[in-house]
Antibody, heavy 121, light 107 residues
Framework: EVQLVQAGAEVKKPGESLKISCVGSGYTFANYWIGWVRQVPGKGLEWMGI????????RYSPSFEGQVTFSVDKSISTAYLQWISLKASDTAIYYCARTDPFIAGRPFDFWGQGTLVTVSS | DIQLTQSPSTLSASVGDRVTISCRAS??????LAWYQQKPGEAPALLIYRASTLETGVPSRFSGSGSGTEFTLTISSLQPDDLATYYCQQYNTYSGTFGQGTKLEIK
């Protein structure tokens, strides 16, 4: 069974750093892109970008480039989303999701449960 | 960037009704369009990909159509479990834009 399991909720202060995780299981982690999606509470979905665990190829949405960093450790089937200096406007639920858009033509077919990040002084 | 515009933003319908949600792309995306359902408090779930292919396990009352810039999600007979927000997404480039969502309410 394909699963993506995300880290628990985080509460941080503005200016602090944070790295959240997404662990894949039930499939060959290196062979599928992992995407990150932001959802501000009560609002819609925003595509942040994707990372390919096989070679760490990364594509960011222009809206998020320079604001966050994607990374992976394929040896432990884990993808990461990182901030160096959080802002209050980063408060949101962050989802990871599996995708294979370029070969199989599959969009986000399996999703993590989401990690709520709250940034408040 | 490709923009997606969904209509309507909210929709109220009765059990058994046929429901249609539209998604318009700012430029042609072929059939690289997906539809997702997000129930309150849950992660989104894939319903349809390549504009009209039903994801495994999704009830057959859901269907998708369209190509180019105009797409439609149809629920043939609305069920109480369909209370959710529905999103379209284009995924034919390295930028996977979402529509703004359509909130479906059951009368």
């Amino acid at each position: 069974e394909v699963q993506l399991v995300q880290a628990g909720a985080e509460v941080k202060k503005p200016g602090e750093s944070l790295k959240i995780s997404c662990v894949g299981s039930g499939y060959t982690f290196a062979n599928y892109w992992i995407g990150w999606v932001r959802q501000v509470p009560g609002k819609g979905l925003e595509w942040m970008g994707i990372v390919y665990p096989g070679d760490s190829d990364t594509r960011y949405s222009p809206s998020f480039e320079g604001q966050v960093t994607f990374s992976v450790d394929k040896s432990i089937s884990t993808a990461y989303l990182q901030w160096i200096s959080l802002k209050a406007s980063d408060t949101a639920i962050y989802y990871c999701a599996r995708t294979d858009p370029f070969i199989a033509g599959r969009p986000f077919d399996f999703w993590g449960q989401g990690t709520l990040v709250t940034v408040s002084s | 960037d490709i923009q997606l515009t969904q209509s309507p933003s909210t929709l109220s319908a009765s059990v058994g009704d046929r429901v249609t949600i539209s998604c318009r792309a700012s430029q042609s995306i072929g059939t690289w369009l997906a539809w997702y359902q997000q129930k309150p408090g849950e992660a989104p779930a894939l319903l349809i990909y390549r504009a009209s292919t039903l994801e495994t396990g999704v009830p057959s009352r859901f269907s998708g159509s369209g190509s180019g810039t105009e797409f439609t999600l149809t629920i043939s007979s609305l069920q109480p479990d369909d209370l959710a927000t529905y999103y379209c997404q284009q995924y034919n480039t390295y930028s996977g834009t979402f529509g703004q969502g359509t909130k479906l309410e059951i009368k």
